[in-house]
């Protein structure tokens, strides 16, 4: 895996402040998530500036990168420097030359500037979000319903962030029994999910073994990264939207979704 140096103290994830009830007879304490913007910067190129939170940055930072196709594979970082800053956190990634060259022409192409709840913004044109997916496998796979049923009893619990703050969203992987294998959290969805996808790849996780379990709706941004990432099926605790759906079909990716009774509907 490639070399990372980082400078600077890390902010909390979480902080807690006081609250009031309606008429201030009573105080109490809540804690409330960490939002810090995260700049991507490539050879010396501004890449994108997230919002997101401030943990797991390595896996972070390599799941993203994977994820916008700015590499294709991890050795493909010769370097990364995490500065921590009063304002935020610049990641800055020293990667292959081939890259390098191919980034400036994506950067010619369009401005991305993202946030936690929109995901992916700026882009100059239709094309990128149309662009159809490659087949992920050959024929789509089929999850026993007992291991989707077991990896939603046991998710809530292992999201100590969300356990405190009850307002991030989490993205997990699951073996194909339903035993929750990792587990990332962070304010917006689509960096929940580029965190855990960074984590598979340094764990050497074969995508092939098992399921993504998301907190939030399944959007197309959420299956355009699962396609990168070879990830067959995932389970949403929310509905998909339509073009989701096509897309999925497009990848021969396998949806999930929890129903209003609690149980779990094969929408694609």
Known sequence: MFPVEISGVSPLSDREITVS?????????????????????????????????????????????????????????????????QAGV???????????????????????????????????NADHILT???????TPVQIEQQALETAMQDFASLQPLNLRTKSVHGAAWVRND?????????????NALDKLIGAMVREDINPANGFVLMSSRCSFEIIDKAARAKIPAILSLSGPTNLALNKARQANIVIYARDKTGGVKQMA
């Open 178 to 190: 339903g035993q929750i294998q990792q587990m990332r959290e962070d304010v917006g969805r689509h």
């Open 90 to 124: 610049e990641l800055f990634f020293q990667i292959t030359p081939d890259r390098l060259t191919r980034l400036d022409v994506q950067l010619r192409r369009r401005n991305l500037v993202g946030t936690a709840g929109c995901g992916i913004c700026g882009l100059d």
């Open 21 to 85: 009830s309606l008429d201030h007879d009573r105080k109490g304490h809540w804690h409330v998530p960490e939002e810090t913007p995260v700049a991507f910067i490539y050879g010396g190129r501004n890449y994108a500036v997230m919002l997101a939170s401030p943990a797991d940055l390595i896996d972070y930072a390599l799941g993203f990168s994977l994820s916008e196709q700015v590499i294709n594979q991890a050795d493909e970082i010769e370097h990364l420097q995490i500065k921590y800053r």
């Open 132 to 138: 159809p997916l490659k087949p992920v496998v050959d």
